[in-house]
């Protein structure tokens, strides 16, 4: 099979196959989106995901999993996180476990030697199987190098982890490989597809965002955000939803403090679903407003604009 055809059977053979299938596992992607998905896996480079929460950033990883049919390894990051929760640890008690069960053969071993050096080489060398393949335990960044199909790894909220651990992740986004001193390298059998995301609550290394492809989510206009709804809540009216997504984008002009993301807009809608309801009521929408707004003084300052809002989103055709 030629390169040609061999690019036609793939299924991220072009940005347009590549929207088709995200759009099929429920994402809806624009170009920019897609574009950064197809190039990431041709030129295996890891993404970098940015904008506010909750707007599918931590989805799209999921997404591309769920099209592609690989597995989602995801590593939700925090202050502290080290090498142990995300690459590697050693099964101690195995280690200890095995070492009872071959004490008499440790005793035979050293007993056969004559000095207390040749006992200590001939020791070192038994003591280098308990530091093996079969007593190590992979976290995420190391079972996503293992997986032989290759795997969606999900680095989720990167900027809340430390500046130290960035700089450990910069062998694995360049190189595709970690270096375990006991073991030595290990690299991927099949690069994973690398999605990390940031809600921007801290500035990340220069390092890391040269290892990796730059794309921003940001809230969608209302025809985007239209067919995300429709897609994550079927069976919504068509009036209802385009006064929905009206309503939201309305929210967003407002000085909040937090504005309603798109997975807050999905919820509500299926509040709306459950409750029957087939246009806005300004006093529905007051009752439910919290599914929407997560501080108690953004329900007031939207509070005092409700009606004129629920108004407005109303004579949306």
Known sequence: ???????????????????RGLGGAGYIANRQISTAVYLSHHLQKPILVEGPAGVGKTELAKSVAAWLKLPLIRMQCYEGLDESKALYEWKYGKQLLYTQILKDKI??????????????????AFGDVFFSHQFLEPRPLLRSLQEPGGAVLLIDEIDKSDQEFEAFLLEILSDYQVTIPEIGTVAAMVPPIVLLTSNSTRDLGDALKRRCL???????????EAKIIASRVPGIDA?????????????RGLDLKKVPSVSETIDWAKVML????????????????????????????????????TQKARQVV
């Open 107 to 124: 005793n035979s071993v050293i007993g056969e030697a004559d000095t207390l050096a040749a006992a200590l080489d001939k020791l070192h």
């Open 214 to 224: 730059h794309l921003h989510i940001g809230f969608p206009d209302e025809k985007l």
């Open 1 to 19: 099979m030629d390169d040609a055809a061999r690019a036609g059977a793939s299924p991220l053979a072009s940005i347009d196959a590549v929207e």
């Open 239 to 251: 009036r209802l939803l385009r006064q929905l997504v009206s309503f939201v984008q309305q929210l």
């Open 274 to 309: 459950l409750l029957h309801t087939s246009v806005l009521d300004v006093d529905l929408v007051r009752e439910t407003l919290n599914v929407l707004l997560k501080f108690e003084a953004d329900i007031e300052a939207a509070g005092k604009q409700l009606a004129g809002i």
